[in-house]
């Protein structure tokens, strides 16, 4: 066990404090309310890269007896050792971390335990696409690839001309910067607006959280609001989040990554682009190589191959929900089993109805900002699912102590 003088040093401030004091400056307004302008926690910003690199040492650590016993022989020749480390000794692994670092470093933060979910989410998926033989092309090529790949927190960029991973260059560095400081002001600014009407913009009936919202109030515009606006700062905080972590791999490989999170809540054209190729990429990638592609090879269809993605990608974030929220006693209800089912049958419609020419020609007509806006509306009526207890349990809140906000309080 790491001696807890060290624990203490690295992790003895814990991130619980009044918002408030971590202000830049403050100024009234009127005689009754104080407003101020915080900045990040510098103990939150101590502690992510030592996190941050405990999952990529964690990932690296895997890369070689995948390489040696997965990659390099085909799926149809894994053998009972392949099998045996991969079940039994990766996939446990990968689970098991974050828990044994939470309880190593007696971490508390909400945000920085969701820092521990990149080797359990990416690296899981790895793992399991490395067993069957669905590693891409050129990471599979030879073992500096394959470690570059593996070690990354999201996508390594690899150059397709010399197939290997591509270097960065100050170009890439400042316009990574820009991106990062861009989605640092965005979210900081529609979390401070948010923060004041505790997370939910417009008044509703039932709680944020339950299961008992009426047809009526699905499909309610305050209701869709609320959720689209939830939907909106986590996609922001993860393309903000997503940029940094990988600037930091970066740094240390000398590497350029992929974009995790494109613009799905403004781009989207249909609920397969929304999670195929807008919303968190390296997820897409790691379900369809290590779930999607699996299953649809050994059942030979390609609709239990989806679900099969939707199921593990529920049960992935159950797991998740479990683990970050271990100290506020969030209870199992498997909300985001209906969520992903939901979105799986939506995506089973697009691929019914999509392909009918009727459908197409009113498609082709409509202009793509509305497009949108009705593959939105789609999923925010069940969008509280997900995002609900996250707003009772307090990871929004946790995520403020990494923003620069503008806070009002009455005196």
Request: aromatic share 14%; with cysteine; proline share 4%.
């Amino acid at each position: 066990m790491m001696d807890r003088g060290i624990v203490e040093i690295l992790f003895g401030q814990k991130i619980d404090y009044d918002l408030l004091n971590d202000t830049l400056f403050e100024f009234p307004v009127g005689t009754t309310t104080r407003c101020a302008i915080t900045h990040p926690s510098i103990h939150f910003f101590n502690q992510l890269p030592l996190l941050v690199g405990i999952q990529t040492l964690m990932s690296a650590l895997l890369a070689f007896p995948l390489y040696k016993l997965n990659v390099q022989i085909t799926k149809k020749k894994n053998g009972v050792l392949s099998a045996v480390f991969t079940f039994l000794i990766a996939l446990p692994a990968a689970c098991y971390e974050p828990i044994y670092i939470i309880r190593l470093f007696d971490i508390h933060h909400i945000g920085l335990r969701m820092v521990l979910m990149t080797f359990p989410l990416i690296g899981g998926l790895r793992v399991l696409e490395s067993y069957f033989g669905f590693v891409p092309a050129i990471p599979a090529k030879n073992w500096n690839n394959y470690f570059a790949y593996m070690s990354c927190p999201f996508i390594v960029k690899f150059d397709e001309h010399k197939q290997e991973p591509k270097r960065v260059s100050l170009q890439y560095f400042q316009q990574q910067l820009q991106i990062a400081g861009t989605y640092f002001i965005y979210t900081g600014l529609l979390m401070s607006l948010l923060w004041h009407y505790d997370w939910e913009l417009f008044e509703v009936e039932s709680n944020v959280n339950s299961f008992d919202h009426s047809l009526r109030e699905l499909i309610s515009w305050k209701h869709l609001m609320n959720n689209y606006f939830m939907a909106l700062i986590l996609s922001l905080g993860l393309k903000q989040s997503t940029v940094g972590v990988s600037l930091l791999y970066s740094l240390v490989f000398g590497y350029e990554t992929e974009d995790v999170v494109l613009s799905p809540m403004t781009k989207s054209q249909s609920p397969s682009e929304f999670w195929g190729r807008q919303w968190n990429v390296a997820v897409h990638l790691g379900l369809k190589n290590g779930v999607f592609k699996p299953i649809r090879y050994l059942t030979n269809s390609k609709l239990m191959g989806v679900l099969a993605a939707f199921v593990v990608s529920g049960i992935i974030h159950e797991y998740v929900n479990l683990v970050i929220f271990s100290r506020t006693g969030i209870e199992f209800k498997w909300k985001y089993m209906i969520f992903f089912g939901y979105n799986a049958c939506l995506l089973f419609a697009e691929h019914t109805f999509g392909s009918i020419e009727i459908v197409q020609n009113i498609v082709s007509k409509l202009p793509k900002p509305l497009i949108t806006a009705l593959v939105l509306c789609t999923a925010l009526p069940v969008a509280h699912l997900f995002t609900g207890d996250w707003i009772v349990h307090g990871y929004f809140d946790a995520v403020m102590y990494a923003e620069p906000t503008i806070l009002c309080r009455s005196l």
